[in-house]
């Protein structure tokens, strides 16, 4: 038979809350950061234990970065995450991603091509579907956005795109756009 400890019954300084507001994020193991998005664990599972076995979940990666590939149906078949807290995590995963992207590229001269594939190619290293941007440059070469104008919604479709207006890009400041 399966025996649990119910995380109240931990001494405060193994609970994920706690111990992240006492030693600090960096000192929480990955189990322990994805018990504190998941919250609640089930009557026989605490969030750690069940943490654990979504964690489980990763066969090729060394790192974090399975979550942002799983789908919230495969997430869902572990027992105490459901649609909710599926949701939840896929949300985080999407925020480390936008959080590790160039947020302040204004400013950011092209003089050649690899100036903008750094910054693009960043930008793009963890999408699964095919994304068509225009970099809108001033006439100094300085980037003034970056837009996706095409993007394949389904991976089973190969002429399936939400297309965006690039005309809407160029006005008269615009000197240069590069589609990328």
Not at 64 to 71: A, C, D, G, K, V
Not at 126 to 134: N, P, T, V
Not at 157 to 179: D, G, L
Request: glycine share 2%.
């Amino acid at each position: 038979m399966y025996l649990s400890i119910s995380i109240k019954r931990l001494p405060e300084a193994e609970r994920p809350y706690e111990k992240l507001e006492l030693y600090g994020a960096h000192s929480l193991s990955n189990a322990e950061l994805l018990a504190i998005i998941i919250k609640t664990g089930t009557k026989e599972e605490t969030s750690v234990q069940v943490a654990q076995k979504v964690l489980c979940l990763n066969d090729t990666e060394e790192d974090l970065n399975f979550l942002r590939n799983m789908e919230i149906e495969e997430l869902t078949q572990i027992k105490g995450i459901g649609r909710i807290k599926a949701i939840q995590l896929k949300a985080v995963s999407e925020l480390a991603i936008r959080m590790s992207a160039p947020s302040n590229y204004q400013k950011v001269v092209v003089r050649k091509p690899y100036d903008l594939a750094r910054i693009i190619m960043e930008e793009l290293r963890f999408q699964k579907r095919e994304i068509a941007k225009i970099v809108v440059l001033n006439n100094k070469n300085e980037i003034l956005k970056i837009k996706n104008i095409a993007m394949r919604w389904n991976k089973f479709c190969k002429y399936c795109y939400k297309r965006y207006n690039v005309r809407a890009y160029k006005n008269e400041s615009t000197q240069n756009y590069i589609s990328a």
